[in-house]
């Protein structure tokens, strides 16, 4: 689990994040969501250490990670695991070599170990048979698996996505989607997502925290956020207009829900109930 308060950030006089405080607990996909320029990738640099907040505190499982003891801070570090927006694999590495890499830089594990752990996790997310491929040998999709299998191959705690179903197609979406979600089930693991994509949002958000100019305006599940009535959520969930026809059809659907209950619990005109 990750605690953050009142986490405060400016750059030239200003303000990008404006006081966020949140639970990212573990065992559920915790997304930041919002538009471009929202704060969303800011916010998640300051949790992993990358950039130093203003103000306020991040905690992992207890203890606290700012303005902590450097030692202390690098073992944290060696339990977090990192998705990248473009999956920033070494294109002078084969598929294997960079699922090594953070074992060869975090790990005591022997050649042996590290060989087995990279099959292991290549083997989880479906790619076996391509670890003598080059990055410029296989597809987006399978370069967003890579990263993944490198992300939690040192046994991560912690797993951070920037925006992990950027310039894929629908399905291949979907399906990156999906496996973060059971990675993160099966493995216990505190996710932490950024997105603006709604697609993700109602297939895997445990828990969505919303973020607008810098201030956190929602936070709930996917079960409840398409019943929000926070103007800028909702301007930003029913921007298209596929989304718009949802939400109608929904609406018309529950009025007709509505309407049969209340015809199914009035008595058949013309009879009385028998003495």
């Known amino acids: 689990m990750i605690e953050i308060h009142n986490i405060q950030k400016s750059f030239s006089g200003v303000k990008v994040l404006n006081g966020i405080s949140g639970i990212f607990e573990s065992g559920k996909t ?67 070599e960079n699922v090594e890499f953070p074992l060869r830089m975090l790990t005591p594990m022997s050649k042996e170990e590290r060989r087995e752990r990279v099959e292991f996790c290549l083997k989880r997310v479906g790619l076996e048979n391509a670890g003598k491929k080059m990055p410029s040998e296989i597809s987006g999709g399978m370069k967003k698996r890579v990263g993944i299998a490198r992300a939690i191959a040192p046994n991560s705690r912690y797993l951070f996505c920037d925006e992990p179903n950027s310039g894929l197609d629908p399905l291949t979406a979907i399906k990156i989607d999906e496996l973060i979600y059971e990675l993160t089930k099966e493995y216990d693991i505190t996710t932490v997502i950024v997105t603006h994509d709604m697609n993700s949002v109602m297939e895997i958000g445990d828990n969505i925290m919303f973020l607008h100019k810098g201030n956190k305006l929602w936070e709930g599940g996917r079960e409840e956020i398409m019943d929000t009535k926070v103007p800028e959520l909702r301007e930003f969930i029913f921007a298209s207009s596929l989304m718009r026809a949802a939400k109608k059809v929904d609406e018309e659907l529950g009025s007709l829900d509505e309407l049969s209950t209340i015809q199914n619990g009035r008595e058949p005109e013309g009879e009385k109930p028998q003495e």
């Open 30 to 96: 915790n997304l930041l969501l919002g538009a471009s320029g929202t704060g969303k990738s800011v916010l998640l640099q300051c949790i992993v250490g990358l950039i130093k907040p203003d103000l306020g505190s991040i905690t992992y499982d207890g203890k606290v990670f700012t303005n902590n003891k450097l030692d202390l801070k690098q073992e944290i570090r060696r339990k977090i695991g990192m998705l990248f927006q473009g999956s920033a694999l070494f294109d002078s590495m084969n598929v294997e």
